[in-house]
Nanobody, 125 residues
Framework: QVQLVESGGGLVQAGSSLRLSCAAS????????IGWFRQAPGKEREFVGR????????SYADSVKGRFTISGDNAKNTVYLQMNNLKPQDTAVYYC??????????????????WGQGTQVTVSS
């Protein structure tokens, strides 16, 4: 089992930055990938980006590319989502998720086995 805890959400103005954290515990050594997803009210949960634990390869959704950056600190079992130039349309609950299977599609929810509880990000205009 893997437990994930997100933190760092909040209320900010458009153009601001936030950094979310995702701390993993339990069988963290079994994690192949950490993904970030978000869900706005009335919308489906959507892929934001992901990082492969070994090597640090990252991938992002087009909507956040160039503004968001995912990084990891393996010593702390923590992954970060740095969000710059935030826009009102970035408002959502942000979730981190962990996957252990490298053969799954990593830009969909089904690619992940464990989920955090989510942290709210609200961007005002």
């Amino acid at each position: 089992q893997v437990q994930l805890v997100e933190s760092g959400g909040g209320l900010v103005q458009a153009g601001s930055s936030l950094r979310l954290s995702c701390a993993a515990s339990g069988r963290a050594s079994s994690i192949y990938v950490i993904g970030w997803f978000r869900q706005a009210p009335g919308k489906e949960r959507e892929f934001v980006g992901r990082i492969i634990q070994s090597g640090g390869s990252t991938s992002y959704a087009d909507s956040v590319k160039g503004r968001f950056t995912i990084s990891g600190d393996n010593a702390k079992n923590t992954v970060y989502l740095q969000m710059n130039n935030l826009k009102p349309q970035d408002t959502a609950v942000y979730y981190c998720a962990a996957g252990s299977n490298p053969f799954r599609r990593l830009f969909v929810r089904e690619g992940y086995d464990y989920w955090g509880q989510g942290t709210q990000v609200t961007v005002s205009s």
